[in-house]
């Protein structure tokens, strides 16, 4: 089932109002990345969660970003990773820009990687994270790259899946960067210049 694009609409307003107030309260903040945030979000009666990318100046931009998101995942499928179903949703921010928003829904608490593994005897704990070295070693080309950090992964019902596609480590057959990263890294403090 996906999210109906209302709802993510309507959490782009809530996280606007957040930022403009400086209160997020009405927003159940579910995780944190280096750079994004990750919000559950009611849709359809069911909870996602919902990946905001820092917002593009144009739509060209976030479409871009998304068919890269969209080849990822395809690629890293083709090398035997089991990403988890991911919907990509653009809506318009409120100042002319476009957020694109990778929405999933939610999994068990105890399924995700760190919660996993705390569960786990230390031979079950390092049999489980074996598992995640060898979809690395499949997947790991010159041209693509899951991110291995043990939070990206989870534990259900026997499978492991990958979640963190907002960062696609893809290149062109040149090694050029496919994702526009130096736009994803604009909230960050400007210590470093990047090309």
């Excluded at 994004?36 to 990318?53: D, I, N």
């Excluded at 997947?139 to 899951?146: D, F, I, M, Y």
């Excluded at 992964?153 to 090694?175: H, K, N, Q």
Aim: charged share 25%; aromatic share 8%.
């Amino acid at each position: 089932m996906t999210a109906a694009r209302s709802d993510i609409e309507a959490l782009e307003r809530a996280v606007q109002k957040a930022l403009a107030d400086g209160d997020e309260s009405g927003l159940r903040i579910i995780g944190y990345g280096e750079v994004s945030t990750v919000v559950e979000w009611m849709s359809r009666g069911k909870p996602f969660a919902c990946k905001r990318l820092t917002p593009f100046r144009d739509d060209g931009a976030a479409v871009r970003a998304s068919e890269v998101i969209d080849l990822y995942m395809a690629e890293l499928r083709e090398h035997g990773v089991d990403v988890a179903d991911t919907q990509i949703c653009r809506v318009a921010g409120s100042d002319g820009r476009v957020v694109v928003y990778c929405v999933q829904a939610i999994l068990p608490s105890p399924s995700l990687g760190p919660n996993y593994l705390r569960e786990k005897t230390p031979a079950e704990a390092a049999a489980a994270a074996q598992s995640i070295l060898t979809l690395l070693r499949r997947s790991v080309t010159p041209r693509l790259a899951p991110d291995g950090q043990l939070s990206n992964w989870a534990f259900v019902d026997g499978r492991i899946v990958y979640l963190d596609v907002s960062s696609p480590f893809l290149r062109d057959d040149e090694g050029n960067e496919l994702f526009d990263f130096a736009q994803q890294m604009q909230p960050c403090p400007r210590r470093y210049d990047f090309p």
